[in-house]
C-alpha cells in the first residue's frame, strides 16, 4: 500500500490539473482527486491487481475525469441557481523569478489559450460530455480511445464532442489569450498606467474592441449582474471601480500568477467595515486587454493569506 500510495503521490499534480480545468472549483477538484485515491486504493491494494495496471496514469485519469463528469452534470444545476455572474476558483501563485519572463520558444509551443481564467469561462458553455472530451484530448493529449472509455461512448462520437467545444472555445466571441509573460506584463503595465492616468481614451486604446470585463461576487459584493463588452464600455466601468476604490483609500495589490497568467491579488476596506478580497486575472492577444476577470467572492478567495505590508497600488511586475 506505501508503494501505491507513493505512486499516486506522483501523480496527484497531474490529476490536481486535470480536475481543475475539468469543473473550474479547486476545492472540487481536490475532492475529485481525494476520492480516485479511494477508488485507487480499493481497488489496486492487492499487488497481483496492480500488476495488471500497466498504465497507471491512464487508469488514474479515467476514474478521476469520470468522477469529474458526474460533478460537471450535478453543477449545471447549482450555476443556473447562481447569483450573478460565475467565474472559477482562482489558482494563485507566486510570480517566476526575474528572468522567468522572457520569451521562451518552449513556452511559445503551448497554446496559451490552454491557460488562465479565459478558458477555464469559456469552458462553462460546454456541455458536460463536450468539456470532457476537450480537456482529455486537447489539453491533456489523451487519445479518443480513452475519451471514448470516460464518456461511455464511441471514440468518434468523442471526437465529435471534442470538435463542437474546439469550435466554442475559439468562436468569435469568446476572448483570446495568446501571450507569453513577457507580452502579457508589457501589456498590463500599460493598462495600469492608462487607469492610474483616469482618462478613458488611453484605456480604450489598452483593451480590445470587443474586451469582456466580468466580476463574481456571489452576492456578496455590487457587481454586474452580466458581462460588460466593448472597449468602451468596459473602460468606463474599470474607471469607476478604480475611482472608488482610490476615493476609499487603502487598496492594497500584490501581483501573482492566477492560473497560470499575470494578475493580482487586492485588499480594499469596505465601509461595513468588511475587508473586500479581489483576484484580477487578464486575457491578453496582440498587444491587447481582451478580458478581465475580477474574483470577489469571499466563498472563492477567502483562504488566501492576508496581504503584507508591502502590497501597495500600482502593482509592478
Known sequence: MDELAGEFEAERGHLLAVAQRMLGSRSEAEDAVQETWLRCSGALADPADRARVRDLRGWLTT????????????????REAYPGQWLPEPVVT??????????????????ADQLGTALLVVLERLTPEQRVAFVLHDVFAVPFADVAAVLGTTPEAARQLA??????????DAPRHSADLAEQREVLTAF??????????????VL??????IGDAGGHFPAARRPVVGAESAARLLLGLFDQARRRGGLRVRPVLVDGTL??????????????RMV?????????VTGVFNQLNPEKVGELPPLGPDAAWPPRW
Do not use: I, K, N
Open 263 to 276: 494578475g493580482w491579488h487586492a485588499e480594499l476596506a469596505w465601509p461595513d467595515g468588511r475587508t473586500m
Open 208 to 213: 480590445a474592441p470587443d474586451a469582456v470585463s
Open 192 to 205: 495600469v498606467a492608462a487607469v492610474e492616468s483616469g482618462e478613458l481614451a488611453q484605456l480604450v486604446r
Open 280 to 288: 484580477t486575472s487578464f486575457a491578453v492577444h496582440e498587444g491587447r
Open 163 to 172: 470538435s463542437r467545444a474546439r469550435r466554442a472555445v475559439h468562436g468569435p
Open 63 to 78: 476514474t478521476c475525469s469520470r468522477l469529474c463528469l458526474d460533478v460537471l452534470r450535478s453543477a449545471r444545476v447549482r
Open 94 to 111: 507566486g510570480l517566476p523569478a526575474a528572468d522567468g519572463f522572457a520569451p521562451d520558444p518552449a513556452e511559445r509551443a503551448v497554446r
